[in-house]
Each structure stands twice: as C-alpha cells, then as structure tokens.
C-alpha cells in the first residue's frame, strides 16, 4: 500500500467536512447567520471587535474572532489524539476573516441554482447557492402565506468547508446534500417564512450578547459558550449542527427542517466504509454502488448489518409497510425469490428495496449460505479486529458464548464448503449454529465466499489472466484474479462477443475459430453434451460462476459439473470471489 493509501488508514476523518455554514444575501448585505463547529478553525485575526453576525462593509469586520481558535489551542480537545501534527495543521489552519467569507460565500443570484465550489489555500467550499424568489419553474410567482414577514434575504447558501484534496466523489456528494438542506429551506421559508424568522432570532441572539459586553479570551472558549447560547434559541441552528455531526459520524443523514420537510440522505464514503479495512484508500462513490447493485440476481439475497428492530427503529414514520416486511422476514438462507413469495410481495419490488437497503449500507449483497457454499478468511480484515479486547471479539463471545473467534476464523483459513464443517469426523458443530456465525462472519466482513469460475482455454485468455493475476504493487497478497474483477471492461479479450442469456439456441457457426478448435480437442462431448457445451460457451470467459450458469441457463449442478468434467482438457476452473464481495471488501 502506497503511501496515499496509508494517509488515508491513519486518518479516517480526513474526508469530513471541517465545518458548516449559512450564509444570506440581501438587502441588509453579506451575513454570515451562523457556523458549526465553533471551534473547528485556527484564527490569525484580530481578535478584538463585536461578536454580532459578519456583515460585509459594515463595523462587523473584526467578528472573525467568534470562528477562530489561537494557534497555541492547536491541541486542544477539538483535536483527536494520536494524529501527527502536520496532519492536524493541515486540518485547522485556517486565516480567513468573517467579512471575507461572507463576502467569497454570499453568492451572486447569477451563480445560484448550481454547483459552488471554491478554493482558498488548502480548503474547498462546496454549496449549492439558493435563490429566494416566490416564483416557480414556470415562472408563475408563489404567494407568501405569512404577509407579515417581510424578507430580507435574495439568496441564501448552506456550504460545507473541506480539505482541497478530498477526492470528487466526496465534494458532489456534499453538493448534493447542500442541495437537499437548501431545498427544504426555500420550502419553507415559502411557505411560513421560515429563514426570515430563523435570521431574525439570530440577529437578535448576537445583538443582546454584544450588549453585555463580555470579554472574549484567546482561545475563544467564551465565545464558543456565546455560540451554544445562539444555537438554543434558533431550531435552524440546530437542524445544521445536526446535519454537520451526522455527516461526520455514520453517513446517514435523516434531519427535518422546521419539524415539517425531512432531508434524508446519505453519503457512499461514510455509510459503505469498513473502518477497520486494510483496503480504505479511495472513498466509495455513487457509481460504485451502482455497479454492486448491477450484480443482483434473483438467487442472491442481503444480509442485514443490524438488528432488525434497531433497523425498523431507524426508519422513518412514513416508511413503506413492505420495506418493514422484508426486514423483518430476511432470512441469509432464502434467496430473493423466497423471499418474494414469503412477503407476498413482487419480485421486482422485493429487489427495489433490498437495492435501497444496499445503497443506504444497512445490508450487503451475498449468495444464500448453503451447504455447497465455500468460505476463507478474507484478506483484507486488519489485524486489530483479533485483539482479544476489541468489539468484535465481545460481540462474537455475547452470541456464542461456547465458541471463541479464534477458532472459528481458523476453521476457515482453508477455504472449505459448509458441508466439510458439518462432517462429524471434522467438526461436531450444530448446522444451524454454524450458520449463525457464518452469517455473523458475513455481516461483519471477515469471510468471503469463493465461487468456481470457468473459463475455456484459448491464447487470449490464457494472457489476460497471466496478466491480472499479478497486483500491480506486488507488495500484498491478494485473490488470484481480484484486479480482474474490478474493472470488468478492463478484462473483456478480443475473443469476447456479446451474449444474451436465455436467447435461444446456439450453433457451432456462431462460435470463434479457437473456441470451435477447442471443441474439436475434446471427443469425450457427443450428442447433446456437444449441445450443450456449444450453448453455454459464450459462458466459459471467467465471467460468470457455476451458480450464475445454472441460473442463465436453468440447469442443474449435477448436469454442469459432469459436462466441465468432461472437458477438464479444454476448461479451467477457478474459485475466486464473487465480484460483489471484492467490491464490498475494498470499500
């Protein structure tokens, strides 16, 4: 692992935003309402001056200091432990006054309606710049319920503050979001004159504490007190502290504005991350997920990464009575079209909500644990997790209290189907016990399933795989063929043609000049075998394993095995991981 890779292990929170803010324009000029964390931002302004809200060519200028911290509070508790102090500088340096961003980030009504994006330094502000007409997208102007507010804002932006080198993914996802809050806002202050009110109150909040005439020291510790005071007595305040500490927690952000418009959202980087993964170098983007999701079949099925109740719990009022059903009927033993007739629902709406269920990271994509089934440990659980103290290691002794972690992980350092563990002469563990801690196992990534992958033998083949087998770096050891699955448009060879599953029937005119030279080098295929064979060739290109075949094709193991039997002079059969379970173990 490069050293980018390493940067980006030690530091888990280097691509949470480094702070919020909310920012009008109008005609009382540029203002900067309010700002999460307080104390997030290492100031070398002055620091004498008012305390009331930024305000661009106003006496406000020198209010910066309400938003910095001193240098010499560098280590503060606003700074985790056991981060390197350059990284930490990297974070916290930060010189701008609170006239100049409220001057950069009070956007013009010609940029609103679009991405903002805009670097100082080191540091991305990323928004979606709002304006406050009372006109719909046709142009036909929205009455105001509440006449007797009386705006005074045109535009108003919420912006998150970032590293300058988080990666794209991370900043349209912060747009998006900022896209979604500032939406909600604009509804309604449409609808009872909600901003107005909100800019009002904390106008207010900060003359009355102007007025008291309370010292502020050098590491602004009272400052962030007179903050938490602004906050109270504004619910707008609130909602984007809110936002601002679900962004930077678990990814899920489920927030209403103005107890009325819910914002639910959620960012790929945070919600699909394995924080203990030795493979957390580039954050999941959208498109990643997306090509997870393109992976479904019927015969897979989802694992819950909650409990069901706390899952439930964690929905929204609103939510739809089948998503609950699937929930509380998911079963790591009955695949999608089980489960389909289990909740009475339509497949295709069974697979619509466990696809939700993925994007949003409360369940991963697997195969149904059956006895064919062959597990090993996966290569990219990190060391740490086996620390006789850590929460995996509690979590596994609280549900198996007979059964030690250890152990269990080292039944599966040999990839073995269930069935091996299941012999009495190997093992004498229960099967329904064994398929718990599979599950378990599942759930928190330290198995991974190996599926049989079979490919024909031919001179480009034999190339690509020589060539993917090899991980660039060298340094780590991985599957065979694991680069070969992540980019499935890299591996595609010039003997490669598209192939339609279930489209009928096949001839051998239709087959390359060295598939049908293959074909001539196994006699053992006669009759309907050599149907058959000449049928599932398209197949054979390491493109699809023996359950997906059986599935395409609906024939039997049985049936498929003794054919690649057959022709073991001209196959090879691989066992490598599923692509979903790469993907989902290199997040």
């Known amino acids: 692992m490069g050293s980018m890779g390493v940067q980006m292990v030690m530091h888990k ?35 004498n001056g008012s305390t009331s809200p930024a305000k661009s060519g106003s006496a406000a200028t020198n209010s910066s200091s309400r938003f910095l911290v001193s240098k010499s509070d560098e280590k503060s508790k606003w700074v985790r432990s056991g981060e390197d102090d350059t990284y930490n500088r990297k974070r916290h340096d ?61 535009t108003f932006h919420v912006v998150f503050v970032v590293l300058a080198d988080v990666p794209e ?24 004159g909600y901003l107005t009110k909100q800019a009002a109150l904390i106008t207010e909040a900060w003359e009355s504490l102007d007025s008291q005439s309370v010292s502020v020291d050098q590491s602004g510790t009272e400052d962030g007190n007179r903050y938490l005071q602004v906050r109270e007595v504004s619910q707008l305040a609130k909602e984007l502290c809110l936002v601002y500490k679900r962004v930077c927690t678990n990814g899920n952000i489920n927030v209403y504005i103005n107890r009325h418009i819910l914002v639910s959202f959620c960012l790929p980087h945070k919600v699909h991350i394995d924080k203990d993964s030795l493979s957390e170098i580039s954050p999941v983007t959208n498109s990643d ?58 497949s295709h709406q069974v697979f619509k909500l466990a696809a939700h ?35 995996y290691q509690l979590e596994f002794a609280s549900q198996f209290p007979e059964r030690r972690l250890f152990h269990v992980l080292a039944d599966f350092s040999v990839p073995a189907s269930l069935s091996h563990h299941l012999d009495p002469l190997n093992c004498v563990l229960p099967r329904v016990e064994l398929i718990a801690m599979v599950a378990w196992l599942l ?47 890299v591996r ?23 598939e049908s030279a293959a074909l001539q080098r196994c006699d053992a295929l006669q009759g309907t075998e050599r149907a ?37 002079d001209i196959l090879v059969t691989e066992d490598l991981p599923e692509p979903i379970d790469v993907y989902t173990r290199c997040l």
């Open 169 to 192: 993914s991370v900043i349209d996802s912060l747009h998006l979001l900022s896209r979604h809050i500032a939406g909600a806002i604009r509804h309604e202050e449409w609808r009872c």
């Open 443 to 489: 759930q928190h990534r330290f198995i991974v399933q190996l599926h049989t992958f079979v490919s024909l033998i031919c001179e480009e083949v034999v190339t690509c795989l020589s060539r993917n087998f090899r991980h660039p770096s060298g340094a780590e050891t991985v599957f065979p063929g694991e680069q070969l699955f992540v980019d499935r448009r």
């Open 289 to 346: 997920v997306v090509d997870i999701l393109s992976y479904m079949r019927p015969y897979h099925t989802i694992i819950l990464r909650d409990e069901p109740n706390n899952l439930i719990n964690s929905l929204p009022l609103d939510s739809s009575p089948a998503l609950i059903s699937l929930i509380r009927l998911t079963n790591p033993q009955r695949s999608f079209l089980t489960l389909a007739q289990d909740t009475g629902l339509h």
């Open 94 to 154: 930060h010189c701008l006054s609170n006239e100049t961003l409220s001057n950069v980030l009070a956007a013009d009504t010609k940029i609103c309606n679009a991405k903002f994006c805009f670097q100082i330094d080191g540091h991305k502000f990323v928004g979606h710049p709002t304006m406050l007409n009372k006109s719909d997208r046709r142009g036909r102007q929205i009455p105001t319920p509440d006449d007797s507010v009386s705006p005074t804002a045109t």
């Open 532 to 568: 058959l064979f000449v049928k599932l060739c398209p197949l054979f290109r390491q493109r699809h394993h023996l359950e997906d075949i059986m599935f395409l094709e609906n024939i039997n193991r049985s049936e498929l095995v003794t054919l690649i039997d057959k022709c073991k």
């Open 357 to 391: 269920l993925i994007a949003w990271g409360k369940a991963l994509l697997v195969y149904p644990i059956v006895e064919t089934n062959v597990y090993c440990v996966s290569p990219h659980v990190k060391l740490s997790r086996y620390q006789p103290d850590s929460q």
């Open 13 to 47: 929170e280097h691509n949470d935003p480094l702070s919020i803010h909310l920012v009008t324009k109008g005609s009382q000029g540029d203002r900067m309402l309010f700002r999460y964390p307080y104390k997030n931002v290492v100031g070398c302004c002055n620091q």
């Open 492 to 514: 595609s060879t010039s003997c490669n043609r598209e192939f339609s599953p279930r489209g009928g029937s096949f001839s051998e005119s239709a087959l390359t000049p060295r």
